[in-house]
């Protein structure tokens, strides 16, 4: 069968849905990978797929444009909570994925909410290659590391334009300490209720914006006890706002666009 799907993005960072609800999931990691080649395919940051869930109103799984693939991904439930919300013409949803049942809101001004989950910090959990205090880890830098169901290594500079992401960050990325790679975060305080923020995003590159990033670097930023309870995240691409009370769980919230559709006909399917 043709595939369809639906390329949106959060304040830049694109993804694309395909909505795969009664029927049999068609994306595969090789059908991930070239679905994302931005000369030859679609072109996205993330992909979320759409699935039939018995206790949500629906399950998100999620692949990275390399074809491999991530339990969490902010902007892109956002994206698949709009659609959802304005197919049930609701306001409010749950979604399932490997972080657990999700609740997204759509708020007054028209951006969505979403329950992230709790961060979680112990090394086993992030994961790191062995025990070891998460909030500065012994790299030069002294980072901290967090995971939002996928790992956040997250610096504080004094100017993020300063910084050459594009050169260090794919070695931070596959640095040994972190067995399934990171993410990493070049964060500069603005002030307490506000940070600029640029990404080198694991097996995607350098990104306008990611949601789980802005989580993860605003928790690292919160439990260092630089930042307030409710920030103001900064990215290439645009502000969202991302709230912890430093216990319970993350809520993020920002804007989603559809930028267009499309359907993949069955022979280049078969082609891909």
Same mark, same amino acid.
């Given at each position: ?20 609800? =009664? ?5 595969? $990691? $090789? ?5 994302? &080649? ?5 072109? /996205? ?5 759409? %699935?039939?869930? &018995? ?26 909570? &709009? ?9 409010? #949803? ?14 007054? +001004?028209?951006?969505?909410?979403? *329950?992230?989950? +709790? ?6 959990? #992030? ?5 070891? !205090? ?13 995971s939002m169901g ?7 500079? !004094? ?5 050459? #992401?594009a050169t260090i ?5 596959? =640095?040994? @300490? ?48 630089? @930042?307030? *309870? $409710? ?18 769980s993350v809520v @993020? ?6 930028? /267009? $559709? ?6 280049? %399917?078969?082609? /891909?």
């Open positions: 069968m043709p595939l369809s799907f639906h390329k949106m993005h959060a304040n830049g960072d694109d993804f694309v849905i395909v909505d795969a609800r =009664n029927a049999s999931n068609p994306v595969t $990691s $090789s059908l991930a990978r070239r679905m994302g &080649d931005r000369n030859r395919g679609v072109g /996205f940051n993330q992909l979320a797929v759409i %699935l039939d869930c &018995d206790d949500a109103d629906a399950r998100l799984i999620f692949w990275n444009a390399d074809g491999s693939a991530l339990d969490a991904c902010g902007s892109a439930t956002r994206g698949a909570a &709009d659609r959802l919300m304005r197919e049930s013409r609701v306001t409010s #949803i749950v979604l399932r994925t490997n972080r657990g049942l999700l609740t997204c809101e759509r708020t007054s +001004a028209g951006t969505i909410s979403v *329950n992230m989950g +709790a961060p979680l910090f112990d090394w086993s959990e #992030i994961p790191l290659v062995r025990e070891m !205090d998460t909030a500065v880890l012994p790299l030069a830098g002294d980072p901290a590391a967090c996928n790992p956040h290594c997250t610096y504080f500079v !004094d100017d993020v334009a300063a910084v050459d #992401i960050g794919p070695t931070l990325e596959t =640095n040994p @300490l972190f067995p399934l790679a990171t993410n990493v975060h070049f964060v500069q305080v603005i002030d307490r209720k506000h940070i600029r923020l640029r990404i080198w995003e694991r097996g995607g590159g350098i990104p306008l914006g990611s949601g789980s990033c802005c989580c993860g670097a605003a928790v690292n930023g919160i439990r260092r006890g630089l @930042l307030d *309870n $409710s920030v103001a995240v900064e990215c290439d691409g645009g502000t969202v706002t991302v709230q912890w009370d430093g216990a319970g @993020l919230t920002g804007p989603v666009e559809t930028s /267009f $559709s499309g359907v993949i006909p069955d022979s280049q %399917l078969r082609a /891909f």
